[in-house]
T-cell receptor
Framework: QKEVEQDPGPLSVPEGAIVSLNCTYS??????FMWYRQYSRKGPELLMY????GNKEDGRFTAQVDKSSKYISLFIRDSQPSDSATYLC????????????FGAGTRLTVKP | DGGITQSPKYLFRKEGQNVTLSCEQN?????MYWYRQDPGQGLRLIYY???????QKGDIAEGYSVSREKKESFPLTVTSAQKNPTAFYLC?????????????FGPGTRLTVL
């Protein structure tokens, strides 16, 4: 079993739809939970991070962490064609910035 | 204009050759990282360095080597011992210390073995 599981998709939605992206994990020591966006043939860029459980909102993006279920989500409201990219979840324990674990990434296409 | 640069963008290697991928940052970050990205897999850590003249193996260090002679530079050598080197290679850097330190990624180098 992988430490971080992420459905690779691909996921295709119409413009304006609400998108839900998810990851599950097995290591209960994870405390930082990140979402990265990666455009084709580019490096990932950090969208949001959350510490421990709870929700965090930034514009059209909302990150949720449920540590009891070992499940994290990223919601994108009013999706735009410019949101078309691969979304990677990543997580790490509190004490070790060097040991980030990444999901495989979900490829999202938002159609105009 | 601060950031991380990687070169070359595309690299082709013949079997049995060693190749070196360049990574430079002007963010004044202490920590630097090399990851490998394959289709359908998450990023996997090859090597990391927290300080000049020191580096540590990641999960998949076999067949790779690094050096950290300058704070801003962290080159990765893919040796002929790496059995399946075709992949997308990403370099990252971050501040060090407790708490959350964002890892900033470079644009990547795509290596293909012919």
């Amino acid at each position: 079993q992988k430490e971080v599981e992420q459905d690779p998709g691909p996921l295709s939605v119409p413009e304006g739809a609400i998108v839900s992206l998810n990851c599950t994990y097995s290591n209960s020591a994870f405390q930082y939970f990140m979402w990265y966006r990666q455009y084709s043939r580019k490096g990932p860029e950090l969208l949001m991070y959350t510490y421990s459980s709870g929700n965090k909102e930034d514009g059209r993006f909302t990150a949720q962490v449920d540590k009891s279920s070992k499940y994290i989500s990223l919601f994108i409201r009013d999706s735009q064609p410019s949101d078309s990219a691969t979304y990677l979840c990543a997580m790490r324990a509190d004490y070790n910035n060097n040991d980030m674990r990444f999901g495989a990434g979900t490829r999202l296409t938002v159609k105009p | 204009d601060g950031g991380i640069t990687q070169s070359p963008k595309y690299l082709f290697r013949k079997e049995g050759q060693n190749v070196t991928l360049s990574c430079e940052q002007n963010l004044n970050h202490d920590a630097m990282y090399w990851y490998r990205q394959d289709p359908g897999q998450g990023l996997r850590l090859i090597y990391y360095s927290q300080i000049v003249n020191d580096f540590q193996k990641g999960d998949i260090a076999e067949g790779y080597s690094v050096s950290r002679e300058k704070k801003e530079s962290f080159p990765l050598t893919v040796t002929s011992a790496q059995k399946n080197p075709t992949a997308f290679y990403l370099c990252a850097s971050s501040m060090s210390g407790r708490g959350f330190n964002e890892q900033f990624f470079g644009p990547g180098t795509r290596l293909t073995v012919l």
